[in-house]
């Protein structure tokens, strides 16, 4: 895992954890360094500990045991206010009182700025959102997508290094919000801010990011490159959070020449890479993503084992066919095939053979 070094880390988080109520940990042993300028995403299920994450970095909750640093330095004793970190909400938590200008110098004022500057940057935050219009309108006179481009304004106006977002277009509609995903992330790399990006929707997290850290029950699964995450996952648990997976259990039977033969449990033999298995008769999920199963035997490596499978249904996708099979006993085999000249339409009933490279098909954890 390429992980940055926490002495020259922009963002540290070391050894870090987290309970509520004293008994329970919701962030266990979080470690976790990035560079100045770097757009990382928090991806995982709900109740993960995202949150809970980005508001001991903000300063709104403090970690019970190790320490969040800021530029090298340990930021505990030091008041939200007071760390130049900007932030952006859902719920764009906006003062519904106040015009947009005012809510744009609300962070100026907290922060002391004269009056005769606080005009000039807000009307540059206002044109960085393109809603230079808009300044003297209230929250309610405008729609959803605009009300975040106003808080997005209102997270940058006083030139944050850092800005932290939790889950900031989860109200938005897909458009709007495949929209912002663009104009957030070309924002933060004009302006060389840094970025700690929340969500739980995994197309977010892959398109948007320069790594993405991906958290189950309180921990960092895997912290990675979106394409490394998508194509090397480290576990179960990041295989199937991170895109289409298919699943089929078994038993490592042999582990040889950096191969594995796995048996699957309707005594089917498949090659895999052991990814966290080591020994025979392990019990082992064994991964493959839709678009790596091949159905034409002649593109197989000479050898490889090939499964039987039945088509159950054909799903013409325009782009892609969308197949699903009867493979080892489960009726939810997933293939996709490019619909390309040259491309086979399967027919439910048809009888197949399909295989695929064994650096493709990985044998995690049960
Ligand atoms: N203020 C709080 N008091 C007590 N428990 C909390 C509080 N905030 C969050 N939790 C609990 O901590 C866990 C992690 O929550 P959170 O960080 O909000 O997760 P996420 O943002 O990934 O959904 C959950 O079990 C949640 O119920
Ligand atoms: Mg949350």
Redesign the pocket.
């Known amino acids: 895992m390429a992980e940055t070094d926490t002495q020259e880390a922009f963002v540290a988080f070391e050894r870090v954890q ?1 309970s ?2 004293g008994e ?1 940990l ?2 266990k042993d979080l470690n976790l360094a990035m560079p100045r300028g770097e757009f990382l995403t ?1 991806l ?12 001991m970095l903000a300063g709104f ?1 403090t970690a019970t045991h190790g320490e969040i640093k800021l530029g090298g330095q340990p930021i505990n004793n030091i008041p939200p206010h007071k760390r130049g970190i900007g932030m952006v909400f859902q719920n764009y938590a906006l003062f519904p009182h106040m015009t947009v200008a005012e809510n744009l110098a609300f962070p100026l004022e907290v922060r002391s700025l004269p009056k005769s500057e606080r005009e000039e940057k807000i009307r540059r935050a206002l044109d960085m959102v393109q809603m230079g219009e808009f300044g003297g309108r209230r929250p309610a006179q405008l729609s959803g997508g605009q009300q975040q481009r106003i808080a997005l304004a209102r997270a940058l106006v006083f030139e944050p290094e850092l800005v932290l977002m ?2 900031p277009l989860g109200a938005l509609d897909k458009q709007l919000r495949e929209h912002m995903q663009f104009e957030i992330t070309n924002l933060a790399h004009q302006l060389g801010i840094t970025v700690v990006y ?1 969500t ?1 929707d995994q197309t977010e997290a892959l398109t948007m990011s320069d790594r993405v850290a991906v ?1 189950d029950d ?1 921990r960092i699964q895997q912290l990675a490159a979106p394409d490394v995450l998508y194509e090397t996952p480290e576990n179960s648990f990041v295989a199937q959070f991170i895109g289409e997976n298919n699943t089929l259990l078994g038993t490592v039977k042999e582990i040889r020449n950096e191969y594995a033969v796995v048996e699957l449990d309707d005594g089917e033999l498949i090659d895999c890479k052991p990814v966290n298995v080591s020994q025979p008769g392990e019990r082992t999920l064994v991964s493959i993503r839709p678009e790596r199963v091949e159905i034409n035997a002649e593109r197989l490596q000479e050898g490889a084992h090939t499964l039987k499978a039945e088509v159950l249904e054909f799903i013409y996708m325009g782009d892609i066919f969308r197949t699903r099979l009867r493979v080892a006993g489960k009726d939810d085999f997933i293939i996709k095939t490019r619909n390309a000249p040259d491309q086979r339409r399967l027919r439910p009933g048809e009888k197949i053979e399909i295989g695929w490279l064994p650096d493709d098909c990985r044998a995690l954890d049960a």
């Open positions: 987290k509520y109520d329970t919701v962030v928090m995982g299920p709900s109740g993960s500990g995202k949150t809970t994450c980005l508001m909750e939790d889950e929340v739980h958290f309180g």
